[in-house]
C-alpha cells in the first residue's frame, strides 16, 4: 500500500487489510520507524514494545490473510496510558515510586482488546499518578504538544494524546477522574471520550479516585472511537444498563443531527468562568453547524461550575489520599512537587468532607438528570483557554482548574471532547458534548454530525524536518477561516 | 484557614499533619504542607450548603438513583 500510513484510522486499516493492500507487520514497522524518528522530541511514549508487537502483527497477518479476521480492530496497534496494566510490564504510572512495579496480569481493558485483536505498541507517558504535571523531576521525559513542542498537550493522559496527534498509533487508550482523556484529546485536536461510569472495567488500571475513574479510547475520529469503545467493553456491557437494545456504540453514527436536541450549557463559560473570547467564539460556532445539520439547540442551565468543580475535588482528593496516604507519609520525596502538593490535600479533610460531597453529589446528579428530560445531549467548554506554553507554570496553574469536564466524573455521564476550531498561536481549540448514561450511541452521533461537518480531524502536524513544529501559521490561519467561514 | 509559617506551624494544620503520618513531609516540605491544607480548606469552602437530605448517597450504578 502506497501513501503514509502513519495517518490511517482504525477504520481505513481494517478496510486495507480487508482488501489486502496493507500487511499488519508492515504497519507496525511503519509506526515503530515513526515513533523511534520522533519521540525523543514528543516523549508521548516511555516505552516501545518492539518484539511483542510484532510477534502479534505477524500472528494477525496470519489469522487476516487466512479469512479469520476477529473483527474491526484486529492487526490495529494501539498505545496505552502507564497506569494500567500490561503483563510482564511495569506500571510505572509516570513515578519514581513505581518503577519497579511489573505487572503480573493485563488490565481488563487490555485483555478486552487483545481478546478483539488490536496490537499493543509500548506505554506512554502521563502526568506522574495522573495527578502531577510538566516538571523535571519525573524519571522519564514527560509529553509535548506534537503541533508545537514549545506548548503543553494537556493531561494527564498526555502521551495517548500526543502520540495520536503526532501519527504514532491510531488509537491510545487512557483514563480520566477529572478530564484526563478530554483535556489531551481537546489539546492535540483528537477525540477522547470518557464512558459512563460503570460501562468499563477498572480492574488492572491503577486508581485516582476510586468513584470518579473511568478508563477510555482516544482515537483520531469518532468512528474509531465507537469500534474501540465495542471492543474495550468486551462483554462486559452486557452487565450493565447500557443500551438495553444491544446496540453498537455506533450504530447511530451516519444519522447526523437533525432532530437531535442540543442543550448549551453557556453559563460555565460565559458566566461561572470566563473563557477566553476564542473559544467561546469557537463553541458558538460549534452550536450553529449543528443548527444548520438539523439539531434544536436551547440554553440549559446546571448547577454552577465552581460548586459542581469543588464537590468533584473534595471526593477526589479525599479518596486519592487513601491510595497514596502510606507513601506520602515513608517516601514524600520520591513524588514530584507538584504531585505531591496536588495529592496531599486529602489529608486535610474529614470524613465529614468527603460524605458532605457525596450529599452534594447526589443532588448534582439528579440536576443533570432533570435536564436530560428535555434535551439528547449538552455541549459545553471543555477547557476554557487555549493550550499553553509548557514551561510556564504559572500558566499551567492558573488554567488547568478553568475546565468543564469535572463535574461529569461527579455524576458520571459519558463525556467526549474533540477539536472545535484553531486559536490564534494556530493551536487546537476543544468542544464537549456530554450524553445521557449508558446512551453513548446519541453522544457518539452528535459527535460524528459534528465531525462531518467540520473535518477537523483531517488536519495533522508536520512532523518532518521541522521537527514537530506542526503547519504553518499561515496554513493554520488560512483552515480556520476556512472551517468557521 | 490562617497562613502557615513553615518556622512557626500553624496548630491545627501541624496537628492534622502529624496525626495523618506526614512527620517526613513536615519536616522536609513544610510549604507543600500549607499548600495541601490551604488547597483542602478552599475546596471545603467551596462546597455549597446541603437543604434536602432525604436521599443523601449517589446511586450505586449511574442512572438508577431514583
Not at chain 1, 476510586?210 to 469503545?229: C, E, K, Q, W, Y
Not at chain 1, 436530560?372 to 449538552?378: E, I, N
Not at chain 1, 459534528?450 to 512532523?463: D, H
Not at chain 2, 492534622?16 to 490551604?38: C, H, M, N, T, Y
Request: glycine share 10%; aromatic share 6%; with cysteine.
Amino acid at each position: 500500500m502506497s501513501g503514509d500510513l502513519n495517518w490511517l484510522t482504525a477504520t481505513e486499516i481494517g478496510a486495507a487489510y480487508a482488501a489486502r493492500r496493507l500487511s499488519p507487520v508492515d504497519l507496525v514497522r511503519a509506526l515503530i520507524n515513526r515513533i523511534e524518528a520522533h519521540n525523543p522530541r514528543i516523549g508521548a511514549f516511555i516505552n516501545i514494545d518492539t518484539e511483542g508487537a510484532l510477534a502479534a502483527a505477524r500472528e494477525a497477518e496470519r489469522e487476516i490473510f487466512a479469512g479469520r479476521a476477529r473483527g474491526p480492530l484486529h492487526g490495529v496497534p494501539f498505545g496505552s496510558k502507564d497506569n494500567i496494566d500490561v503483563a510482564g510490564q511495569p506500571t510505572t504510572c509516570h513515578s519514581k515510586i513505581l518503577l519497579d512495579n511489573v505487572a503480573r496480569n493485563d488490565a481488563k481493558v487490555i485483555g478486552h482488546l487483545r481478546a478483539s485483536g488490536a496490537i499493543l505498541l509500548g506505554k506512554q507517558a502521563l502526568h506522574e499518578f495522573a495527578f502531577g504535571g510538566p516538571c523535571d523531576e519525573l524519571p522519564f521525559p514527560y509529553a509535548r504538544h506534537p503541533w508545537n513542542t514549545a506548548y503543553h498537550p494537556g493531561g494527564s493522559s498526555s502521551g495517548s494524546g500526543a502520540a495520536l496527534a503526532a501519527g504514532f498509533v491510531p488509537l491510545s487508550l487512557g483514563t480520566d477522574a477529572g478530564g484526563s482523556i478530554r483535556n489531551p484529546a481537546g489539546n492535540c485536536g483528537v477525540v477522547g471520550l470518557k464512558p459512563t461510569y460503570g460501562l468499563l472495567p477498572l480492574r488492572g488500571v491503577f486508581p485516582v479516585s476510586f468513584t470518579l475513574d473511568h478508563v477510555g479510547p482516544m482515537a483520531r475520529s469518532v468512528n474509531d472511537i465507537a469500534l474501540m469503545l465495542d471492543a474495550l467493553a468486551g462483554g462486559d456491557a452486557a452487565g450493565t444498563d447500557r443500551d438495553a437494545a444491544g446496540r453498537r456504540s455506533g450504530a447511530d453514527l451516519e444519522r447526523g443531527a437533525r432532530g437531535l436536541r442540543i442543550g448549551f450549557v453557556r453559563h460555565f463559560h460565559d458566566g461561572d468562568m470566563i473563557a477566553d473570547p476564542e473559544v467561546g467564539t469557537a463553541l458558538d460556532e460549534v452550536a450553529r453547524v449543528l443548527e444548520r445539520d438539523g439539531a434544536i439547540v436551547t440554553d440549559v442551565r446546571l448547577p454552577r461550575l465552581q460548586e459542581l468543580a469543588a464537590v468533584q475535588r473534595v471526593i477526589l482528593l479525599a479518596e486519592t489520599w487513601a491510595v497514596h496516604r502510606k507513601w506520602l507519609c515513608e517516601r514524600p520525596g520520591d513524588y514530584t512537587t507538584p504531585t505531591r502538593r496536588k495529592v496531599m490535600p486529602g489529608a486535610f479533610l474529614t470524613a465529614g468532607d468527603h460524605l458532605h460531597a457525596q450529599q452534594c453529589r447526589r443532588q448534582m446528579i439528579d440536576a443533570v438528570e432533570d435536564v436530560f428530560r428535555d434535551v439528547d445531549v449538552l455541549l459545553t467548554a471543555s477547557g476554557m483557554d487555549a493550550p499553553f506554553r509548557i514551561d510556564d507554570a504559572a500558566g499551567l496553574a492558573r488554567t488547568y482548574p478553568r475546565q468543564g469536564r469535572s463535574p461529569f466524573n461527579l455524576t458520571g455521564h459519558p463525556a467526549l471532547a474533540m477539536m472545535s476550531g484553531l486559536s490564534k498561536s494556530g493551536l487546537p481549540l476543544s468542544v464537549q458534548f456530554v450524553g445521557r448514561a449508558f446512551d453513548e450511541a446519541t453522544l457518539l452521533r452528535a459527535a460524528a454530525a459534528y465531525e462531518r461537518a467540520t473535518n477537523w480531524c483531517a488536519y495533522q502536524p508536520r512532523m518532518n524536518e521541522q521537527a514537530a513544529s506542526g503547519a504553518s501559521t499561515a496554513e493554520r490561519q488560512h483552515l480556520h477561516a476556512t472551517a468557521v467561514g | 484557614m490562617p497562613d502557615y509559617d513553615p518556622a512557626k506551624p500553624d496548630p491545627d494544620v501541624l496537628a492534622l499533619a502529624l496525626a495523618a503520618g506526614l512527620e517526613k513531609a513536615v519536616s522536609k516540605f513544610p510549604d507543600d504542607v500549607r499548600a495541601a491544607a490551604q488547597a483542602a480548606a478552599q475546596d471545603r469552602d467551596e462546597m455549597p450548603d446541603i437543604g434536602n437530605t432525604e436521599r443523601p448517597w449517589p446511586p450505586m450504578r449511574m442512572g438508577s438513583g431514583r
